[in-house]
């Protein structure tokens, strides 16, 4: 059973590109969640998807934006690259039955790894 | 609002000696707690979880974590460390009413032979 998947592993981009990163949840979840850790912090919480729709957002600004697919994979986009966007990127899948309360676990994937020269 | 703190940035232990990884934690509702271990370059690894119920969680690869309402902490335990416990270990909670989780600045274990 593959667990969550990520790609690329790597990325350098400059200041001012977009990217987009992609993520494919464990089998079973319905769930996914972006990440960002900055070197020597832990994660901050960007975005989560369900059903296709964000359903939270943190403090982060519009020029990141997400979109989840009928498979349950998902994007991350990142416009107008800045320097401090350079961290690794971390997606994590879950699932949890409609109705129960939010204490399904998230299982992370192995990041990408974005440099913003 | 919820947040968690990782008071100590690293812990060295001998192998075979006990090692505790402390957390405390802020929430405005009910507590979720989560432990996660982080290797080199890689993920997140999820060890265990509190809920509810009983207040000493067991989780993956001996380790267990104890939680205290009264002092709002989640520490983590394991009776014998191991060198390849070596890592970096996050504590993370979630308030009842949230879906993301909140992270700690993370703890960095190291295990000497």
């Known amino acids: 059973d593959a667990g969550v998947t990520q790609s690329p592993t790597h990325l350098i981009k400059t200041r001012g590109q977009q990217v987009t990163l992609r993520c494919s949840p464990k089998s079973g979840h319905d769930t996914v969640s972006w990440y960002q850790q900055a070197l020597g912090q832990g994660p901050q919480f960007i975005f989560q998807y369900y059903e296709e729709e964000e359903r939270q957002r943190g403090n982060f600004p519009d020029r990141f934006s997400g979109h989840q697919f009928p498979n349950y994979s998902s994007e991350l986009n990142v416009n107008a690259l800045l320097l401090g966007d350079s961290a690794l990127y971390l997606c994590a899948s879950s699932f949890r039955p409609s109705g129960r309360a939010l204490t399904d676990t998230q299982y992370f994937g192995p990041g990408t790894r974005l440099t913003v020269l | 609002a919820q947040s968690v703190a990782q008071p100590e940035d690293q812990v060295n232990v001998a192998e075979g000696n006990p090692l505790t990884v402390k957390c405390t934690y802020s929430?405005?509702?009910?507590?979720?707690l989560f432990w996660y271990v982080q290797y080199p370059n890689r993920g997140l690894q999820f060890l265990l979880k509190y809920i509810t119920g009983d207040n000493l969680v067991k989780g993956s690869y001996g380790f267990e974590a104890e939680f205290n309402k009264s002092q709002t902490s989640f520490h983590l335990k394991k009776p014998s460390a191991l060198v390849s416990d070596s890592a970096l270990y996050f504590c993370a909670v979630r308030d009842g009413g949230d879906y993301k989780l909140s992270f700690g600045a993370g703890t960095t274990v190291t295990v000497r032979a």
């Open positions: 929430v405005s509702g009910n507590p979720y």
